[in-house]
């Protein structure tokens, strides 16, 4: 082939520094945040999208000083800077009020600011999307072996190692680094020393912002500043973090090194294929190194395995549910079509979260990939009916079984892995599964989808669909419960509260989880079915991080340590959802905030704290 | 489970009985539903809402239609499939819209087809310029306004004859637009110029292109033609890297929509001069009508008009003039008014053809030349749609209607 002229495969190389580069500089940011504070900070993407909007709005009005190319530099320091601050006020007022909160909820609280941030962006900055200037004197190209390359990629490629080289120095020879790296082996022990956290965490997260936003300035001569920086920048933040070890920044510098190559060869091979290396990257790598290439095992449960204890059951709890199925039976007489759609998605929405809640609550595996499950179900009755022809009734069930049979897969390789480490799998394992759903056009439409997904006729309608979609969900909700008040239930708390113990007496702990996973990937795939015949298509989103963060956003608003919160979270997500949406085009910065609110107010969810409440007063 | 029902109730009895009052003093407004991805594609979405808006009021202010105003209620469609169809079930059966307009990516627009003809409402696809909506997936219920990818590569490759180019590159995003425009141009270039090939294709992922290992796989397959069909970011990136390197040099390139504002003010001075593309030369449009439109714009909005602008400002008219002509808000008599129909628009004169409900409007066709800190277009003409059509064997051959 063509691609083995060497001047090529030089420029092509060196593409792949300067994007590996980049890359690092945008994530050890996110690295070194997660290694003082424990939080997997979401919002490091928008820190760096900010980053370039600021710099691409300010430096133009700098240049306009002529005093000079510096002012360039000047400009993308002083964006850092700005960003830093920003990072700042994210910490005192958001983030230090949940330091001691589940790992669940700081991720979540970080959602909140992603979405308030993408409001603001456009509300600050304008909906167009912005170039900034280039940098002066580096306008025109270099001559590589007869080719030509653009000369900042050239700057781009040794500010890599510069940013490494100083992030090292800081931390090897100031207090703050040597601070930052003791949090980072031993955050208790620190604090028992009498070191002022609230400085260093506050210190930590100027830096990891400035880093970020110094990470999206640098990009504005090769990238115009637009709305869709945060999170496509954020995934790869995370594979790079993730496959170098979390905390470790020279493992972060490695892995943005492979990647950068993969990215830039893997083009070449099979054009479609960027998207999906970087996430089999990471899967390899957690496969053969379960803590990255320089990362540490956790300390495993402390303060942050939370989840369902086990309690009396309520009196009349038998009449209760009696009411509720009656209650969900008659909606129908009095609510009218568009009520009942949203009802319909309410339960579909109910059982994907309570499906989580097996996984998280009951078992302790925290997995940040719950769409994977949902988006399989969906895809599988639809690709049913497309290529099938199957009738809906067949469809189900065959899209059940796929994402059963996909939570087996994905589950074999998760169960070996633990805490963080484990979350990132999942979220990998949905992220390639996102990949090929969107880039195999020929089989599932690509981007496009698949349309035409329509129930049968006998369940066309608002009200058959709704009493279908209710019947289904109640047994699969009751089948869930009865699993988890079994011995198989309890084994999985046992192995959630202590897996030294629960070994020891005889549990074997990765069977059960991974039966665990296959349950709740078979529920979540049934939910996923009734979702696609809902909407009457599929679409890659479905598997997206943000189908997998709503998951956990209903679960967590509901309460983790119940039982039932889930079922109240997805009823209140969604319908605040659907009743804010219409109301205000700022509709992401109202969902933010109010994600925002209840991790601060209620960081026990809906019904724990309607519960302890409860349990208060008697 | 049913008390965040009633909750739900309460919500929405709240929220009617805030609207309500205002519309009480007379009939009824007719509602028209319109669904479009304002926040991931704000750059044409905004002007475009501009545009609708400012033919509503003019409307509204002439006493609308049918003796009764128009209401447009408007809706983010998360400009995603799903997103898109389970908005438009929102907007048909909680408010009551007697037909839909809107959504700007492709693959959505495929979407709300479907949803049209599942639910049989009129729908107005007023951007996606895929050939399906019209051609495969096309149906009685679904129209379009703009030219589709057929209309408007063809006025493309017209242009490209002269050049002599032969081996041609492709770049295009991987989603249903950059496939439906690829496969366009495929088909024209070999059919109307003889000898020529496809030497290198690439299909970045929409708004993720990595645009400095694109150009090189370009560049590498030494073509003396390139046909681009990306746009907003992707397009950006793409056009300063392929300026850094040369790319562009000596090479015909053919773009899709590139002269349209939204995507030519980003540019700024990189601008390829030279580019042959398809636009909207807004500012030097003499046409009286046309200028009219555009002072009321400006007074508006204080802001130049993009074709999103013009688009809806266009569309809404032509609801207008549909709903006026049916006499009434039923489907089928809208279908009725809008199959065949001739409209005059700001433009001049669009037809809707009754065999794929594709309308003739046209497109601007010249080159790109920069005119001090941005670009422009220069040699352009107005090309009408009607000749660029698909003939009506080729749609007989693949609708199934």
Known sequence: ?618 | MVKISAIRWLALGAVLALGAPAVHAQQAPIKIGELNSYARQAAFTVPYRNGWQLALDEINAKGGVLGRKIEIVSREDGATTGDATRVADELVTREGAILLFGSFLSNVGVAMADYANQKKIVYIAAEPLTDAITMAQGNRYTFRIRPNNTMQVGMLVDQAKASGAKRWAIVAPNYEYGQSAAQAFKRLIQERVPGAQIVVEQYPALGKIEAGATVSAIEQAKPDGIFNVLFGPDLTQFVREGNTRGLFEGATVLSLLTGEPEWLLPLKDEVPEGWTVTGYPWDQITEPKHKAFVDAYRAKYNDTPRLGSLLGYMVVYMIRDAVERAGSTDTEAIIKALEDAKFDTVIGPVTMRGIDNQSSMGAWVGKLVLKGAAGGMADWAYKDGTSFMPTEAEVKAVRKD
């Open chain 1, 1 to 618: 082939m063509l691609a083995l002229d060497p001047s090529f495969l030089a420029v092509q190389a060196l593409s792949g520094l300067s994007s590996a580069s980049s890359l690092f500089i945008a994530a050890c940011g996110l690295t070194i945040v997660f290694g003082v504070t424990r939080i997997v900070n979401f919002a490091h993407g928008s820190l760096y999208m900010i980053g370039a909007y600021t710099a691409a709005t300010l430096i133009p009005r700098l240049l306009d000083l002529s005093f000079g190319p510096m002012t360039f530099w000047a400009g993308i320091l002083a964006s850092a800077l700005i960003v830093g601050l920003i990072g700042v006020i994210i910490e005192v007022l958001l983030l230090r009020r949940i330091y001691g909160a589940p790992e669940l909820f700081q991720l979540l609280a970080t959602f909140g600011v992603v979405l308030v941030v993408q409001d603001l962006v456009v509300q600050v900055f304008g909906p167009e999307d912005i170039l900034g200037p280039r940098a002066p004197g580096l306008r025109a190209p270099v001559e590589i072996l007869g080719r030509r390359f653009p000369s900042y990629e050239l700057v781009l490629i040794a500010a890599g190692p510069v940013v490494l080289g100083l992030v090292w120095l800081l931390l090897r020879r100031t207090r703050f680094g040597v601070l930052v790296r003791a949090a980072t082996q031993d955050r208790d022990m620190v604090a028992s020393l009498g070191v002022n956290q609230a400085m260093l965490f506050t210190g930590t997260l100027f830096l990891g912002a400035f880093l970020a936003g110094l990470g999206g300035a640098l990009q504005i001569p090769r990238v115009s500043a637009h709305t869709g920086m945060d999170l496509s920048i954020i995934a790869e933040a995370f594979v790079v973090t993730v496959v170098g070890g979390m905390g470790s920044v020279p493992g972060a510098f490695l892995a943005a090194l492979i990647i950068g190559q993969l990215q830039a060869f893997g083009i070449l091979i099979v054009p479609k294929s960027t998207l999906v290396v970087v996430f089999l990257l990471m899967a390899v790598v957690l496969a053969i190194r379960p803590y990255g290439f320089f990362g540490r095992a956790e300390v495993v449960g402390g303060s942050h395995a939370v989840g369902i204890a086990s309690r009396k059951p309520l009196p009349g709890r038998f009449a209760m549910l009696l009411a509720v199925v009656a209650g969900l039976a008659c909606l129908p007489l009095v609510a009218d079509a568009y009520l009942l759609k949203v009802a319909t998605e309410i339960l579909i929405f109910a059982l994907f979260a309570f499906s989580l809640q097996l996984l998280i609550g009951v078992g302790g595996v925290v997995s940040f990939g719950h769409a994977a499950f949902f988006g399989l179900g969906a895809y599988g009755a639809a690709l049913a009916v497309k290529w099938f022809g199957l009738s809906m009734e067949a469809a189900l069930p065959a899209g059940l079984a796929l994402a059963a049979l996909g939570a087996g897969l994905i589950g074999a390789f998760v169960v070996r892995l633990s805490g963080i480490y484990l979350a990132m799998m999942t979220l990998a394992a949905a992220q390639i599964l996102f990949a090929v759903a969107f880039q195999w056009v020929e089989v599932t439409g690509g981007d496009n989808g698949i349309v035409g997904v329509w129930p049968a006729g006998w369940a066309g309608g608002p009200v058959p669909y709704y009493l279908l979609t209710a019947a289904l969900t109640v047994v699969a909700v009751l089948l869930l419960r009865r699993i988890i008040d079994a011995p198989f239930g309890y084994a999985l708390r046992a192995a959630r509260d202590s897996e030294a113990r629960a070994e020891a007496i005889g549990l074997t702990i990765r069977r059960h989880r991974w039966l665990a996973f296959m349950i709740a990937g078979a529920a979540a795939g049934l939910a996923g079915g009734l979702y696609a015949f809902s909407r009457g298509s599929v679409d890659p989103s479905l598997l997206g991080i943000s189908t997998s963060v709503d998951a956990l956003t209903m679960l967590l608003l509901g309460g983790i340590q119940t039982v039932m919160g889930p079922l109240a979270g997805a009823a209140v997500l969604h319908a605040l959802r659907d009743w804010v949406m219409p109301l205000t085009s700022l509709w992401r910065l109202m969902l933010g905030l109010s994600i925002i609110a209840m991790v601060l107010i209620f960081p026990r969810g809906l019904v724990g704290t309607v519960r302890d409440w409860w349990e208060a007063r008697e």
